[in-house]
């Protein structure tokens, strides 16, 4: 029978599904979770290796030779387990027998962490001193680390290129095993990076006291914490469309939509420390500080959640709002389409302007006045017709000054109609702004002056049509029709 192992550490607002079962474990912290045929191995710091038999339902221990029962990381290379203990690095040869020592010529001292990918395994000492082995351990060289020259926090194996995560929140890489190292975030993050991993073409890093930070290029990093309620992330684990995270104090969480938004995950676990993540494509394992293995079947985080919808445009209590302002709000986990709302009065009893079935993450109107107090709020449809509203913001749009008749008069556009060039001349008075709509009041293009008395229009990429050109002029609304010929 054809042998096939899978290794995974795992990473993670709260769903209704199916609770988490128990499967026991060691009397110790589990630090790593492997499968290998129908046994799940887990090691422990205090335990050693102990694998729960998927048939017989039950737990060995598998710790025959293994010199240090404090194993801090475990990985495989091909159908071999490798153990990082306090005493160096241990060997099992097909994940059966005795297992083998195979740092002897590494020295003594403690091995915190250890990686792999079908090439290569990499482990990381105490002294912060990394190795790395092409041949299952028999060999080991030395990847210089002279220019770090901080603690390391993780390794991570990355299309061939390993990158570290440092305790001074840096993260390095090097793809000459040392030779050079490069910091792919030139400002630290100034957190303990606990893991990283690369999901969607984008780098996620966990860290010890600030949560989750995102990056699409190593160089710009931006916080992704909306729901998750603990700040220190142990494991990250992509699966499918989904990355999940195991934390110190809050169990597991979980994203559909690259941290936009995360989901807590705790049925039958409780809000507990989960130090590792595993998934053998049909079932997610963690493992808690109450030194139990819990299991999950993946296909329960596909159920149907819909969350509500995060305003972020604009902020609460917002003032001199433009009378064609866009409202903006990021995409909800769940939603088919959403239900915005303005209103001009807090419990939505006075509407002034909505949606139904919107398929966008914003809302233009053109219908508010100005010098007027408005209150909106978004809602998440589910294709089952559930709803879940956002909060409840206020804003205040701009003041304007009545726009007089001699005003209006002064203000002259043309030619009229026009080809490619309209000309606004306001008899002296200068222009803030000028903004073009058509006649289903979508706003097609914007110029902004500075303070100019006669502006010239590039219209050329118009449309033929009716439109309005909407000036600010004195603080004054001023709204002139023309119409576009080719």
Known sequence: ???????????????????????????????TILKYDYKIYAASYGSGVNAYDLDGLDWSTVNTELGNLNVWQATNFGTDLFAATDAG???????????????????????????????????????????????????????????LSYNIRSLTLNNGILYVGSQSGKIFKTTDDGTTWNEINNAPLLFDINDVKFVNGKIFAGTKEGGMFMSADGLKWSAVNTGLTSSEITCILAEGNKIFVSTKGKGVFFTVNDGTSWIQAVEGMGNADCYTLYSDGKDLYTATSNNELMKRSLSEFDAAVLVAPVLTSPINDAVDIELDNVFNWNNAIGALYYHPIISLSQDFSDTVDQANNHFNNYFKTTKLKNETTYYWKVGSISATKEVKWSE???????????????????????????????????????????????????????????????????????????????????????????????
């Open 392 to 486: 409840i913001r206020k804003f205040t749009t701009v003041k304007y000054n009545d726009v007089t008749d001699e005003l209006s008069n002064s203000v002259a556009v043309f030619p009229n109609p026009v080809n490619d060039f309209i000309v606004l001349n306001t008899n002296n008075q200068p222009i803030d702004f000028v903004k073009v709509y058509n006649l289903n009041g979508e706003l097609v293009s914007v110029y902004n002056f500075a303070l100019n008395s006669n502006v010239k229009l590039d219209i050329s990429e118009l449309k033929s049509g009716s439109y309005f050109a909407v000036s600010k002029i004195n603080n004054s609304i001023v709204k002139k029709k023309f119409i576009k010929v080719k």
């Open 1 to 31: 029978m054809k042998r096939i192992l899978v290794l995974f550490f795992f990473v993670l607002s709260n769903i209704s599904m199916a609770d988490w079962v128990s499967l026991s474990g060691p009397a110790n912290p589990v630090k």
């Open 89 to 147: 690095i241990y060997k099992l040869t097909s994940f059966a027998g005795s297992w083998k020592k195979v740092s002897s010529t590494l020295g003594g001292m403690a091995f915190y962490f250890i990686t792999s990918d079908s090439k290569r395994i990499y482990v990381a000492n105490d002294n912060n001193n990394i190795y790395y082995s092409t041949n299952s351990g028999t060999e080991w060289k030395e990847v210089s680390t002279g220019d």
